[in-house]
């Protein structure tokens, strides 16, 4: 086996590893301006795009980060906590445990006297060259990232802090850009609406990114068909289900399913069930809503109605929520519905996937 091939499949594999679905909205990403990206990406819509070289470099900025730390315990210039009594990340959470956050640190001794034992939030980033030299230039974290900016700002309202240090390290030399900021309670408001706002909507905000967004070019063909409402998410899961709601006057970042009528766990949300049907608003066809039931989602394709149907009520024109997701690869052709369905019939027949886009675009 060649060296390439060895390193093509260890990538492989921690694309495998590492791709998961995160069970809260962060805080570390609700500064994003692209609320449908948000959204989607709570509902577990979006398929991750990162590939493993993008996955191996998030790894060294966290490495990077226990290196930070590992340098102020052994120094003691000030003293740091990077972990709670139980070996955990310092956490906040809100509106139910669906709007989380895990910091890097809490330092005291930042301020003189008599300030010393004044508790300040630590945040650390990486940055390439390019980047770093933008901060140096700027000297405005909060300017050189607003995604960072919320994230900080995020973190010091659910700790209820009043500063922060802010750390960033050049991945080329380890030079160092160090700043202290304030806490802005604007920013913190603000971001307790947007997260409440995306949580406890049913439907997906519209797009705020066009398909020439150099990010949306980043992204795979997946992710923007899904995106654009093209096609149906990869993933048949609870979380993009009609009948799964987020509870936020709970805890423990609940959601309760209104079919089965009782809360769900993290592994059934992910693997959804039998009777999965899709949100409408994901559906790239006209729905039906006075057509419609409690097993079946009325749409209409051209002159043709089809059904999103829960597993058992399947037939003629009635498909399960997969069946469904396949059909919008092909855009709902409904010359190719019409074609197919007197095979499917005949043969108890269902449209299936063909290859695994979870993690090989196209």
């Avoid at 408001?189 to 070019?217: F, G, L, N, V, Y």
């Avoid at 006209?286 to 043709?304: C, F, M, N, Q, W």
């Avoid at 074609?339 to 196209?362: A, H, L, S």
Wanted: with cysteine; aromatic share 10%; proline share 4%.
């Amino acid at each position: 086996m060649l060296s390439t091939q060895i390193f093509d499949q260890i990538d492989e594999k921690i694309v495998d590893l590492e791709t998961r679905y995160r069970n809260h909205l962060g805080m570390s990403g609700i500064g994003d301006d692209d609320e449908r990206k948000l959204w989607m990406g709570f509902r577990h819509c979006l398929n991750s795009s990162f590939e493993g070289r993008m996955l191996r470099l998030f790894n060294l900025g966290h490495r990077i980060e226990e290196q930070v730390v590992e340098d102020i315990k052994r120094t003691k210039v000030i003293s740091v906590a990077a972990e709670d009594q139980n070996g955990n990340q310092f956490s906040a959470s809100l509106l139910g445990g669906h709007f989380a956050g895990s910091c890097d640190g809490l330092l005291r001794g930042v301020f003189p006297e008599p300030d010393e034992e004044k508790i300040v939030l630590l945040e650390i980033k990486s940055a390439n060259d390019k980047r770093f030299k933008q901060l140096q230039k700027e000297r405005d974290y909060g300017g050189w990232s607003e995604t960072y900016r919320w994230q900080i700002h995020c973190y010091m309202g659910a700790l209820s802090l009043t500063h922060a240090l802010v750390v960033v390290v050049n991945k080329n030399n380890s030079e160092i850009y160090s700043e202290i900021i304030e806490f802005d309670p604007e920013i913190w408001e603000k971001a307790q609406e947007k997260a409440r706002r995306i949580i406890c909507s049913d439907t997906p905000p519209p797009p705020s990114r066009s398909e020439s967004d150099w990010r949306m070019k980043n992204e795979s063909s997946v992710y923007q068909d899904v995106y654009f409402k093209r096609r149906l998410p990869q993933s048949v899961n609870c979380r993009n289900c009609i009948n799964s709601k987020p509870v936020v006057e709970s805890h423990g970042a609940t959601w309760y399913c209104s079919r089965s009528k009782r809360a769900l766990t993290f592994e059934e949300q992910h693997a959804g069930c039998d009777d999965h049907l899709w949100i409408p608003a994901l559906v790239n066809a006209d729905h039906l809503p006075d057509e419609s039931t409690e097993d079946e989602i009325a749409y209409r394709v051209g002159i043709k109605k089809i059904f999103n149907v829960i597993s058992s009520k399947r037939g003629e024109y009635r498909y399960s929520s997969c069946e469904m997701r396949e059909l919008s690869k092909a855009s709902f052709d409904l010359e190719m519905i019409e074609n197919m369905e007197p095979i499917r019939n005949e043969f108890d027949g269902t449209y299936v996937e063909v290859k695994d886009e979870t993690t090989i675009p196209f």
